[in-house]
């Protein structure tokens, strides 16, 4: 079991910037690959941002690529989603998950975080 806390979120203008973050307990969360997702309102969750247990290998949605970086730091226990130039279409429900395969879709991940919130006004 690995449990999963995320922080960060909250209210910020377009173009401004967020760090998410995400903290692991519980089982051996290094040997885990790490995924963001997000989900808006009367939408369904979709695929942010994912990177290999070993950090060597990230990958992102279009919508993301180029603003939102993933990383993940395991002597800390901590993954990370640094959003820059932010969008309103980016307002969202964020949430981590941990998973033994590298995935794009929600079913490829194990554990999850309970969300947290992110608002970009325009």
């Known amino acids: 079991q690995v449990q999963l806390v995320e922080s960060g979120g909250g209210l910020v203008q377009a173009g401004g910037s967020l760090r998410l973050s995400c903290a692991a307990s519980?089982?051996?969360?290094?040997?885990?690959?790490i995924g963001w997702f997000r989900q808006a309102p009367g939408k369904e969750r979709e695929f942010v941002a994912t990177i290999t247990w070993s950090g060597g290998n990230t990958y992102y949605a279009d919508s993301v690529k180029g603003r939102f970086t993933i990383s993940r730091d395991n002597a800390k226990n901590t993954m990370y989603l640094q959003m820059n130039s932010l969008k309103p279409e980016d307002t969202a429900v964020y949430y981590c998950a941990v998973g033994k395969w590298v995935g794009t879709t929600p079913n490829f991940y194990n554990y999850w975080g309970q969300g947290t919130q992110v608002t970009v006004s325009s």
């Open positions: 519980g089982r051996t969360y290094s040997n885990y690959n």
